[in-house]
């Protein structure tokens, strides 16, 4: 094992882990420095509830999108009413009457 007290490779992984999570997810409340230097019972608070936040707006979103594919499956898709071109524009190939 090793000489001195360390933290043990996946314990490091995952404390890295929380950190960055952390930092990330919390869109500039939190620097990497304090987040290093909370308590461990307050960063496992704040990962697991930003964990729960982000769970559920993601069930929500799925909610939404699933609702709003059911919607527009059974509805046409609504096109605009272009004219056909090549019936309006001129061809060139006949010259221009004389007045």
Known sequence: MFPFFT??????????TQIH????HGKG???WDTVYNMPVWLRRFTY???????????E???????KG??????????????P??????PTYTSKATKK
């Open 69 to 82: 594919e059911m919607v527009t499956a059974n509805k046409p898709i609504a096109k605009p009413n272009v």
């Open 60 to 66: 929500e979103y799925n909610k939404v999108t699933k």
């Open 21 to 24: 999570e952390i930092v990330f």
């Open 29 to 31: 409340g939190y620097d």
């Open 48 to 58: 697991n509830t930003m964990n729960e936040f982000y769970a559920k707006e993601q």
């Open 84 to 89: 056909d071109l090549s019936k309006i524009a």
């Open 7 to 16: 933290l043990t490779p996946e314990y490091r992984s995952a404390l890295f």
